[in-house]
């Protein structure tokens, strides 16, 4: 098995994202091939919608229609030095029915960079939280990196903590991300 794996996007047709992302597990599941296809995913998320009556629903929708996202083991190609899929990946993925291909120039499957799969929200992070609500804490990263502030609240699923901070002789909330603020040493 190979030690590094990269996110790839395959295109669907529309409306098709559930049905190749199916497809393909059941695919690796038959052929044995959890080694080099590692996680298949749709990306969605929660939104709520309002009815004309006012009326409050809250659906599930598709992040990026006619896109499957694909965590693919790669190797080394000995000639060029580049991260590859295998053949086999290759071919599994691109003939499975309602696949238009790989995004990327002609075709030619290119791997999503660390910060795009940050970006589009592909993998969750887990961030350890080392402070709580009115801790002193120092911001880490950022515009405001070396200032100490307060914690105001911290919500682990938004991936955001709020933090007040004095700023030009007045005190001014700040919203972060968990991992752009540390716990001062009590």
């Not at 080394?76 to 053949?87: A, I, K, Q, S, V």
């Amino acid at each position: 098995m190979a030690d590094i794996s990269r996110w790839y996007v395959v295109h669907t047709y529309s409306g098709y994202e559930n049905k190749v992302m199916t497809n393909i597990e059941k695919f690796v599941e038959n052929r044995g091939m959890q080694d080099y296809i590692l996680e298949v995913k749709v990306p969605t998320e929660t939104v709520t919608e309002i009815k004309e009556d006012g009326t409050k629903k809250e659906i599930e929708r598709k992040s990026y229609p006619g896109y499957v996202m694909v965590k693919l083991a790669v190797f080394e190609n000995e000639d060029t030095g580049e991260l590859e899929m295998t053949d086999d990946t290759w071919y599994l993925i691109r003939n499975t029915r309602g696949v238009t291909g790989f995004v990327g120039p002609e075709s030619k499957p290119v791997p999503l960079t660390d910060e795009e799969v940050r970006a589009l929200g592909v993998e969750k992070r887990v961030v350890e939280v080392n402070y709580e609500v009115g801790d002193m804490v120092q911001i880490i990263d950022g515009p405001f990196e070396g200032v100490l502030g307060v914690v105001n609240s911290i919500d682990t699923d938004a991936n955001a903590v709020n933090v007040t901070i004095s700023m030009l002789g007045r005190e001014t909330p700040v919203d972060l991300e968990l991992d752009q603020v540390e716990a001062l040493e009590k």
